[in-house]
């Protein structure tokens, strides 16, 4: 148990490695059992292993586990593991800087908290992600998940609340003029759901309002009017790409130049709030 919860501190340790270094790092997010066998199974010399486990003295092997996912291994048994090939493009960072960014993360006092938060852990793979997007309409829309991700679910305010209730109740009795189950009453039933999903703030102005408050407390991180401005527009320039598949050329190179640099140090400055 305690040797799993390292590995989820480890994992949080790359999320931290990807923002410090600005690198895409892939790793097993799934825990996988080592399967011992009853008893050691002997090592023939047909088997297509014998040679290498005769390099190293085995004459059985006492289980297996896959290789795709992160596992605790005892370290007394011959385990064989089982690992598919695939093609892949690394660009790397020195071993040197691997271990010092790793090590760093690691002496956070409170680490765990990382691992147990799912939207920051989120957001830090979309970042991650973003750099394997070939094209730049791609990359603004991940890296703009990235901060939807971390949003939380606020509500209207009161008044807001009150004009709603009026329309909702308008809604129903257009609705209930219909017979119930009808085409009509269907539809306007499903106006109805959407509606509904109307208590809650707008993701661009929720976005907006977030961004700004954790702005606020830092300073590094840019002037809160200027952030919004700037968020405002690549929350626009996304809903042009999403909703008419296409949007200014200009706009997207201005607002993705902006998030490439914004969103890794908004992301760490919460990771070290959270983490501290």
């Given at each position: 148990?305690?040797?799993?919860r390292?590995?989820?501190?480890?994992?949080?340790?790359?999320?931290?490695?990807s923002?410090?270094?600005?690198?895409?790092?892939?790793?097993?997010?799934v825990?996988?059992?080592?399967?011992?066998?009853?008893t050691?199974?002997?090592?023939?010399?047909?088997?297509?292993?014998?040679?290498?486990?005769?390099?190293?003295?085995?004459?059985?092997?006492?289980?297996?586990?896959?290789?795709?996912?992160?596992?605790?291994?005892?370290?007394?048994?011959?385990?064989?593991?089982w690992?598919?090939?695939?093609?892949?493009?690394i660009?790397?960072?020195?071993?040197d800087?691997?271990?010092?960014?790793?090590?760093?993360?690691?002496?956070?006092?409170n680490?765990?908290?990382?691992?147990?938060n799912?939207?920051?852990k989120?957001?830090?793979?979309?970042?991650?992600?973003?750099r394997?997007?070939?094209?730049?309409?791609a990359?603004?829309?991940t890296?703009?998940?990235s901060?939807?991700?971390?949003?939380?679910?606020?509500e209207?305010d009161?008044?807001a609340?009150?004009?709603?209730?009026?329309?909702?109740?308008?809604?129903?009795?257009?609705?209930?003029?219909?017979?119930?189950?009808?085409?009509?009453?269907?539809?306007?039933?499903?106006?109805?759901s959407r509606?509904?999903?109307l208590?809650?703030?707008?993701?661009?102005?929720?976005?907006?309002?977030y961004?700004?408050?954790?702005v606020?407390?830092y300073?590094?991180?840019?002037q809160?009017?200027?952030?919004?401005?700037k968020?405002?527009?690549?929350?626009?320039v996304?809903?042009?790409?999403?909703?008419?598949g296409?949007?200014?050329?200009q706009?997207?190179?201005?607002?993705?130049?902006?998030?490439?640099?914004?969103?890794?140090?908004?992301?760490?400055?919460?990771?070290?709030?959270?983490?501290?």
């Amino acid at each position: 148990m305690e040797a799993t919860r390292h590995l989820e501190l480890l994992r949080a340790a790359l999320l931290w490695l990807s923002l410090a270094q600005g690198v895409g790092v892939s790793y097993s997010r799934v825990n996988g059992d080592v399967q011992l066998y009853d008893t050691p199974i002997p090592i023939s010399e047909p088997s297509p292993i014998f040679k290498f486990a005769n390099d190293v003295g085995w004459t059985a092997t006492d289980g297996h586990y896959d290789a795709d996912k992160a596992a605790v291994r005892p370290e007394h048994k011959r385990l064989t593991r089982w690992e598919m090939g695939r093609p892949s493009v690394i660009l790397s960072i020195s071993v040197d800087q691997f271990f010092a960014t790793v090590g760093e993360a690691l002496k956070f006092k409170n680490l765990s908290a990382v691992s147990d938060n799912p939207k920051l852990k989120l957001a830090i793979e979309l970042y991650a992600a973003f750099r394997f997007e070939l094209s730049e309409n791609a990359q603004l829309l991940t890296l703009i998940s990235s901060l939807e991700s971390l949003l939380p679910d606020v509500e209207i305010d009161a008044s807001a609340k009150t004009a709603l209730a009026e329309a909702t109740k308008t809604i129903k009795s257009v609705r209930d003029n219909h017979g119930s189950g009808s085409s009509e009453w269907t539809l306007i039933n499903k106006l109805l759901s959407r509606v509904a999903d109307l208590k809650r703030q707008s993701i661009g102005t929720t976005l907006r309002d977030y961004a700004s408050g954790i702005v606020s407390r830092y300073p590094e991180l840019g002037q809160p009017i200027d952030i919004e401005k700037k968020l405002t527009q690549a929350y626009s320039v996304r809903s042009h790409l999403l909703h008419e598949g296409h949007a200014d050329d200009q706009h997207v190179r201005e607002s993705l130049s902006f998030l490439r640099e914004f969103v890794p140090r908004f992301l760490a400055v919460q990771f070290r709030e959270i983490a501290s």
